[in-house]
């Protein structure tokens, strides 16, 4: 199990420290009030007083570790121009240099040890480096937090990477989606094909009613298990999870630190929405570890970020170049860094409400034990842009506001959305994290999760995204998600009984409702569409001559009924939002199914051919987007004239 | 048995609360009180007009319009050996019995004393109209229950205005509609309250939303039923002539035999004005919608409920008149009857208001037995002289 590098048990800050800090007020890069400011702050949040001045005063890690040395009277250790020696460090103790922000820099010719800290006066570091070294002595040279991180992860970043890519596999191969079929499945697959195809050619006449009659009961199944679930979800009841009043009697002394991943790729225009989108958190800034995680090569991400000055905001990790080359490899990395107590994952073009992480906390606490993760509600705020839009938009609000919510009422496995799930990070390390083998990571983790006996709660507060409004970036986000289901329902089905036992009667079935049966109905729609058009073609009485009754009663219940049902739920969907402006575009639900048969059949064909490969999401296609990152940059400017 | 073992035993012993107890009671009084009076309906050999049309409808398609819930419960009963038109009897007693049994089970958990909601409820079971439709074997029961729903999920509608709120309400129209022949007289003015009951209406898009949400499943199932009828061959002129017979006129026959209608047919302002004063005279205990909306703050600030529970069954007799489709008042009479039950069922009555009621019940099941008014047509007047002789 990997630990997690959460810190434990506050101190107060030290003389040095303190010296350090007064010191920056002398040279004029804080005034006096601010340096009180950030020492009360300090005390009230319980953080390390730099972490403060960093996240306040944009005082950055490496100013402060110049400070430091210079108040202490220590060298300042120029890790770019000095790397480490590499013998001195062990892999064992890589989580006790990320907790405690140190390293063995080098050996000095007399055998004493240099050891680079952000803070001298840790007494950690000592026993830490006693044990270690027993006998040797020490001295001290002064860092940057940033610059410290930097240079362990480079130290380690090829047992990092070997971790974030096989750590899952490693331990457990039946629950990693690394091979696509199992013997077994692959065997079964081939039986059911043979039997159809006998079928067929000894008795087509029962094949076709058999194999009708299977589909019928399990689109009528789907369809009265979808309309509880909407029912259930469409309560005022389910929307109360965490009201002001438990927001306000949080104590920030005591608000967890909370590590938020943003894992990137060629996505530089958007990153000013993130940043934005984080200052305005609702949450002791210090007590935020946001992780920008960039893959090694896209140095135009990179550079941008790195433009924006916002190191009081967030540390960037950089993930080695490997296979496979996807988002959960990207955040198992990234995870290895987190400091905190809980993890969320985040799109960099997200606007999560403001108190989103406080709602989070407050719902943990209130929660039993088994809850692991909270997942937040996710929306777009471009739905106006086009027909694709809108679609997605009553999609995104059907699930989210109804289904999930209908789902945890009913304890049955919840597939996380992309992002802004959040976990308890000591349950995510210790379930393996995320699968990166899996194009849907987080619906694999979902049900990892339940099989493990915790629980996803479903929390007030939504998180607002741009929706994929250009068609062709539409399906190939699509294939990627219904790919992802595919290898999620493959991996878990691999024992059924087993996964039966660990979910129950009602977990088992919602497990096939939710992740097994919706790429199997957008494949098998267009063959039914099809046989609906043959039966209008050769007269629906003739048609219906080759169905028993029941059948047939089942069948026109389904396209009848059921079809315009879930045309109703997308209408409904707008509601509990009250964006009344949608309900009509409901109605055009049918071309939306179109487009996902053909997502589905891509996906398909990818599952076989290509299973790993990651369609990317291209971002930033949204007008909307781009205004609200002009209108971002603006004030940046507006502001920074006004300073 | 020592004190410790006593108090285990009372600690575990399994008790029915006083709510069921009290429904248990009403329900088997009901019970009896509607066997007693079916079987000797029976015996004389009493089969209300239409019942038996009812039964024999599975299979004749023109009839079914409407009438679903029926022609599938009437299937289910046609499969069990030995039945004929004589079992609906038994099936509406039954129901009823259990309708007056959980609405004094209700009535407990609202507040009421047993001895109150055993008196309010149980006096309801002596009502003509209450024992009518218990006992014929008529769909009327069945109209009234789901008149009933559309009461609680109006009041359910009008407190929390949420989502699931105004799909139960979509949910009970289809429920009317495939009950109930016709229904569109009950159904359109619900629909102009609908608006009305929705706190959160603040655009005229919100408004539109708030029909289109409850009335897509009515439209949704219907035109599921008239595209299946279609796809066998059923014209499409056939199957919209079943769904707008009710705003067509009724036979020449049913006319001829309808007291009410001869004299008041396509005259709904009249019809209305009438079949209000007959609600609240055979039926005074809705009287007391208007005295708690007179003194009761929380009623006046959400008034929806009474008021439909109130008003929608004269206007609906007097919309259903208009159109030549009121055979008799005692649909609305029965209505009415169920609405007021429902509209009780959401409220918290004051004690002295739980009296009144009991009262009001009292008077309105006497002036009911000897108001000629109420007797004026052919099957009541002959279903009492079979029942009571006279």
Redesign the interface.
Known sequence: MVAVLAVTGWRPPTKRTLQTAAALCRIGKITEAQLYEAVELCRQWQVPLPDVLSSIYQISSQAWGRQMAQTCELPFADLQARPPDKSLLDETSRDDYLRHLFFPWRREADGVITVVARDPDDPDIQTIMRKRYPGCSFEYAISGKFEIIRVIQSLFDTALSEQAREALFLRDPELSAKTTFSAGQRWSFIGLIVLFLLGLTLRPHFTLVLLTGLTSALYTLLFLFRGLLTIIGSGRKVDLSVGQAEIAALDDAKLPVFTVLVPMYHEAEVLPILVSSIRKMDYPRAKLDVKLVLEANDHETIDAAKALNAEDLFEIIRVPDSQPKTKPKACNYALRFARGDYTVVFDAEDIPETDQLKKVVALFRASPDNVACVQARLNYFNRDDNFLTRMFTLEYSHWFDYLLPGLHLLNIPIPLGGTSNHFRTDVLMSLGAWDPYNVTEDADLGVRLTQAGYRVAVVNSTTFEEANGVLKSWINQRSRWIKGYMQTWLVHMRHPVRLYRRLGFVGFMGFQMFIGFPPFTALINPVLWAMFLLSLLLGPRSFAALFPPAVLAMSLFDLLIGNAMYVYFNIVAASKRRWYSLVPWGLLAPAYWVLHSVAAYKALGQLITNPHYWEKTQHGTSSQTMDKVAALNLSEVAAGEAS | MSDVLATDYQRTRPTISRGWQAGLIVGFASLIIFTLAGERLAMQGYIAAGVQSVWNQPGDNSNIGGQWVQWLLVAIFRLIPGTTAATLSVVTVISASFVQGFMTHDLVKRGWSPLQAVLAVGLTALHPVMLYMATNGAPMLLYGIVAGLVIIALDRFEA?S???S???VGLVFVLLVISWPNAIYFLLPTLVLLPWAFR?VR?Y??A??VF??SI??TF??L??LA??GT???IPMHDLLAIWSAPLHGAQLQIVQQSVWLRFYGGKPVLAFFLLTLACMGLMPRVLLIFVRLLSNRQERRRPVTGLAAFFLPPISGALATWFWHLGSIWTVIALSLMCGSAWAATVHFRNWERWLWVASIACGVSAAWLTPFLWFEPDQQLWRQTLLGW
Request: hydrophobic share 60%; aromatic share 4%.
């Open positions: 929390i949420d989502t699931q105004l799909i139960v959160d655009s898009s919100a539109t939303a289109v949400i897509a499943p949704i199932v035109s599921g595209l299946a796809l066998f061959g």
